[in-house]
């Protein structure tokens, strides 16, 4: 590529004219590169990764992401997990069964905390017997 097409006119505004642009530079040299690596290579990765202290460490040391040994760790355990190989992580799912809420017997009761009593007046309680137990409790504050 020339020099003159490797220019920018993002600044046309100004009057400073045309830039020079430069490509950035990739480091790393896991840039730009997809690999395929067997089920015995990952296998014995994520064993050592396992054994190691430092992870990003281990994985600057063979190359590796982060990202990627992490992710066949769990692709791992979702496997055996399942009991069966997989290639790639897939949710499990576990159906959840919840209990019905247990019955609480429905008596029509009422009960009532006044000046440290509780009073507890059932539905075949009588108004004015339940009137004169609870102004009594009142008149005891």
């Known amino acids: 590529m020339e020099a003159e097409s490797r220019t920018s006119a ?3 505004h100004t009057g400073v004219g045309r830039k ?3 490509r950035p530079e990739v480091l790393g040299s896991m840039a730009g590169r997809r690999r395929n690596w067997t089920l015995e290579q990952k296998l014995a990765f994520v064993g050592e990764m396992a054994r190691c202290d430092n992870i990003t460490a281990f994985a600057r040391e ?3 992401r982060t990202s990627l040994l992490y992710t066949w760790r769990r692709e791992l355990r979702y496997a ?3 009991g069966q190989p997989t290639n790639h992580a897939e949710p499990m799912f576990v ?3 919840a209990e019905p809420p247990k019955a609480v017997p429905d008596d029509g009761a009422i009960e009532i ?3 440290g009593a509780v009073v507890r007046i059932g539905r075949a309680a009588r108004a004015d017997l ?3 137990v609870l ?3 009142q008149g005891q504050r």
């Open 135 to 137: 102004q009594a409790l």
């Open 95 to 97: 159906p959840v069964v």
């Open 10 to 12: 993002l600044d046309t």
């Open 62 to 64: 063979h190359d590796i």
């Open 130 to 132: 339940a009137t004169a």
């Open 113 to 115: 905390e006044l000046g």
């Open 80 to 82: 055996l997990q399942a």
């Open 20 to 22: 020079q642009i430069h």
